[in-house]
């Protein structure tokens, strides 16, 4: 017999399941993600922090688990709410099915419900609290309750949670074609990269760019930073709420004073956006998939993007050396900006995908090639 699980939403809704990972109970903010593949990737992204994460995808786990599809050490969502987990996992890769997978990281997650549903309540409320219950005894009341009693993004600073505790250097190379083995290229730059919540696969399109790479925890001082005499400075992704962060800013704003080759992405992107004195606000679902079209200005190109992001840069408050480089074709809203006056630029969707299209990679080679004007 399946072991009874349930998820309640703030708004009253309650949705009845089993679960699919650990028992236990797990709250957060539910947001609804359209990639159709990708779920360890999505899993082990810092940026999910406090969040319980829907696929809107209806089969969930299909090829199975892997050492090797990670974007950091252990998962980070709060949670997965899923349609339904296929009962065998098939691909040359998967070492452990995603249920067992779940359950030995102590993630509670739930099958069986209606997705749609769930993610049409999502679209027309924003982005709810949530909390999943899952169990023999599960009490809807309880759960309600609980989700009523988290207390929401606004405000949350993550990044330092789930930063590195230490400064490390990247030395895992470039992945050969053959997916299993490394080479590492020539070093070019030195480039100190901050972990608000970094993703593996960013630090590897780095390294593929010749960068030797240092990384630093979340509240490292910019001053201790610009005495290693980076060639550039990478600002991350990662989870919660970027005007919570201001040592992030306040370091920003040092680098954008000493004019260093600077480059953000996502968190990385709305904290540039503060350091310059603008204003990010929360959106009312936010961008979660594999699939977002996105314009570059300069040329017109439509790029498919993957996006994981619940704030954005507000444009209106952009100052005025800077120049819009993206937007989104859903909604309009800011994908990308640079600065006129300075070698610094940045993107709110994740170049690096994983999961997702690479049609965005370019953004890698811009960076090293401000880092090379700059020399
Ligand atoms: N992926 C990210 O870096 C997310 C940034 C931020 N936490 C947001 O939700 O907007």
Same mark, same amino acid.
């Given at each position: ?107 509670? +997650? @739930? &099958?069986?419900?209606? =997705?749609?549903?769930?993610?049409? $309540? ?5 982005? %709810?609290?949530?909390? !999943? ?114 040592? +992030? @800013? &306040?370091?920003?704003? =040092?680098?954008?004073?000493?004019? $260093? ?5 996502? %968190?990385?992107?709305? !904290? ?104």
């Amino acid at each position: 017999m399946p072991i009874p699980a349930l998820l309640a939403l703030e708004d009253g809704s309650v949705f009845h399941g089993h679960a699919v990972g650990a028992t236990g109970e797990t709250t957060g903010e539910v947001v609804f993600n359209t990639a159709m593949t990708g779920y360890q990737e999505i899993l082990t992204d810092p940026s999910y922090s406090r969040q319980l994460v829907t696929l809107t995808y209806p089969h969930i786990g299909n090829t199975g688990c892997n050492a090797e599809d990670v974007e950091s050490e252990t998962v980070q969502a709060a949670g997965l709410i899923v349609r339904d987990v296929p009962r065998r996992a098939s691909n040359w890769r998967s070492s452990e099915s995603l249920p067992d997978y779940l359950k030995r990281h102590g993630i509670v +997650a @739930i &099958a069986g419900i209606d =997705t749609r549903r769930l993610t049409r $309540i999502l679209r027309d409320k924003g982005a %709810l609290a949530g909390c !999943i219950l899952a169990g023999e005894q599960v009490d809807a009341e309880a759960a309600l309750a609980k989700a009523r009693a988290f207390p929401g993004l606004n405000g949350m600073d993550l990044a330092k949670v789930v930063t590195t505790a230490r400064t490390y250097a990247w030395n895992e190379g470039v992945y050969n074609l053959d997916k299993t083995t490394f080479s590492q290229p020539a070093r070019r730059f030195k480039v100190v990269a901050y972990d608000f919540g970094v993703k593996r696969n960013i630090l590897r399109l780095l390294a593929e760019q010749g960068c030797d790479i240092t990384v630093v925890p979340a509240q490292t001082p910019a001053t201790e930073v610009l005495a290693m005499k980076p060639d550039g400075v990478f600002l991350s992704n990662g989870p919660g709420d970027p005007a919570a962060c201001d040592y +992030a @800013i &306040a370091a920003t704003k =040092t680098f954008l004073e000493a004019k $260093i080759p600077l480059f953000g992405i996502c %968190l990385g992107h709305q !904290i540039m956006g503060l350091a310059l004195g603008a204003k990010t606000l929360k959106m009312k679902f936010g961008h979660h998939g594999a699939n977002h079209p996105v314009k570059d200005l300069d040329d017109g190109r439509v790029l498919i993007t993957s996006q994981n992001h619940g704030f954005a840069v507000d444009p209106a408050t952009l100052p005025a050396n800077v120049r819009v480089t993206h937007n989104s074709l859903f909604d309009g809203s800011l994908q990308g900006f640079a600065l006129t006056d300075r070698p610094a630029f940045c993107f709110q969707g994740h170049p690096e995908a994983s999961p997702g299209p690479h049609d965005i990679g370019y953004l890698f080679d811009r960076f090293a090639q401000l880092m090379q004007e700059a020399r």
